[in-house]
């Protein structure tokens, strides 16, 4: 399949999209029974954001069974009806896979602390160290070391992200192959492709070299907050390694079998030069990274930075987006009205990505930190108050107990600013930025027809 190029993704957020079970959490129902919104705005392919058995420590993206759907967002078989749903309206779907970590609670993790040796001791990086003494000066994202002394083993070990997210250890060949093997689950199910979470992050330096420090002046946040002790080292050790090449050809036969595509989430030093290594015919099909994404994005350097993209990697392909689940709201990042901030990301060549509510021109949501759920937020409160503001319910009708997203306490508060932005209001109004949107994702498809 080679007709993928230019078309238009629509990520979803399960848990912020639409409740139908009444746990005030959006599910896989939810968005089944919201297939007509979708096909009507004219979006190719969807992305659901992680809805994998988890103990939902980072919201999903600390898996604890790859195989198995939580039971917070349905069943397999509500996945498969989904599948279906999507299908016959000729709309593909990608799920979100995170390969270079799980949650403690993994059944692998739980075998691989083990003080016994057993097979999966070597299935995560463990390190040897004295209990206050790290092996070397590597950072977690969300704060402090990226390594975790365990007693039973009387080791460390290693987590870029949450201490309950320990990395996989893509060095050992067992869990290179059990990897491709979960990509395939997906895959034999119908699945039609997916978007890999920091898919630089599977290999480390198998000698733990320290990371050099950065010029303070040199940091630039992107994937991570500005007032983060991450940003001052160079990641030359702890991610993109050079193995990380290899396994994604390996990947790319793996979906090429399938005809499924790929999207890889890079963040990394020079991400945009890392997109044009990962991103092309052998290895992935495109990736993004935060250039757009960050509180420091300069909006009239967008078509600059598109070309030079294009210039510097002929041979690459990226995906573009103005909002994530892991970013601020870009209408309140950049002082445009929403039309023009969509109108432009609808003329980038590359794939384009919209995330729920951006079609409605929804702002970013003020949480209290009594109401904060993301881990990310609470540790570096009040400088950075995490991810929470993207993700407050989408506002489906106006007239409705929590803008018609749940009949429940809702698991984030609802918005009531974005009362008058609801679904049902901007259907009625032709010159709303919903109504907007659909007829610059129709101008689009004319101009980039495949």
Known sequence: MDNWRNKIIYQIYPRSFLDTS??????????????????????????????????????????????????????????????????????????DLVLSHTSDEHEWFKNSKKQNANKYSDWYVWADGEPNTPPNNWLSVFGGSSWQWHDERSQFYLHNFLISQP??????????????????YWLKLGVDGFRFDVINFLYHDSGLRDNPAKDPKLVRPLGFNKDNPYGLQIHKYDNTQPETLEYLSRVRKVLDKYDAISVGEIVSENPLDVIGEYANDQRLHMAYCFEFLSEDFNFSDTNKIVDQFFHNNPNSWPCWSF???DSMRIASRVKRP??????????????????????????????????????????????????????????????????????????????????????????????SMLNYTKELIKQRKKGFAT
């Open 22 to 95: 009444g746990n005030g959490i959006g599910d896989l129902n939810g968005i089944t029974k919201q297939a007509d919104y979708i096909s009507d705005l004219g979006i190719d392919y969807i992305w659901i954001s992680p809805f994998f058995e988890s103990p939902q420590k980072d919201f999903g993206y600390d898996v604890s069974n790859y195989r198995k759907v939580d039971k917070l967002f349905g069943t397999n078989e509500d996945f498969k009806k989904l599948l279906e749903v999507f299908h016959k309206k000729n709309i593909r779907v990608i799920t």
């Open 167 to 184: 990395d996989l250890n893509f060095h050992n060949e067992e869990v290179q192959q059990q990897m491709l093997d979960e990509i395939e």
């Open 323 to 325: 909002s994530n689940h």
């Open 338 to 431: 929403s039309k023009e901030i969509m109108k432009k990301l609808m003329e980038l060549k590359g794939n384009v990505c919209i995330y729920q509510g951006e079609e409605l021109g929804l702002q970013e949501t003020e949480v209290k930190f009594e109401d904060l759920q993301d881990p990310f937020g609470k540790s570096f409160w009040p400088e950075f108050k995490g991810r929470d503001g993207c993700r407050t319910p989408m506002p489906w009708n106006t007239k409705k107990i929590n803008l018609g997203f749940s009949e429940n306490k809702t698991w984030l508060p609802v918005n009531l600013d974005y009362a008058s932005k609801s679904v049902e209001k901007q259907k009625q109004n032709p010159d």
